[in-house]
């Protein structure tokens, strides 16, 4: 069963809540309908970052992965022009 997304402010909102002292791990899971694993993961990514900080991931590994993909791309093609310009004519 896929769970509901939360947006970047949402997650540090619930993870300053906890930072807090306001609320304990099991009554925010069960407040906002997570897991534990998922409350953890989400403080060992994002903990003691500021929204804006979180925002600016999120579109840092964006632009990661696309980088990584384009250059997935362009290497077989770099890969063949070397074989093609290393053979005697």
């Not at 906002?32 to 991931?57: C, P």
């Not at 093609?77 to 053979?87: A, H, P, R, T």
């Amino acid at each position: 069963m896929k769970g509901k997304r939360y947006s970047e402010e949402q997650l540090i909102g619930i993870l300053k809540a906890h930072e807090a002292g306001a609320k304990k791990v099991a009554d925010l899971v069960r407040e906002h309908g997570i897991s534990e694993q998922s409350f953890y993961r989400w403080k060992s990514k994002y903990g003691g970052m500021e929204v804006n900080e979180a925002k600016r991931l999120k579109e840092l590994e964006a632009e990661n992965a696309n980088l990584k993909k384009l250059l997935a791309e362009a290497e077989p093609d770099k890969s063949m022009l070397k074989d093609v310009l290393s053979k005697k004519w």
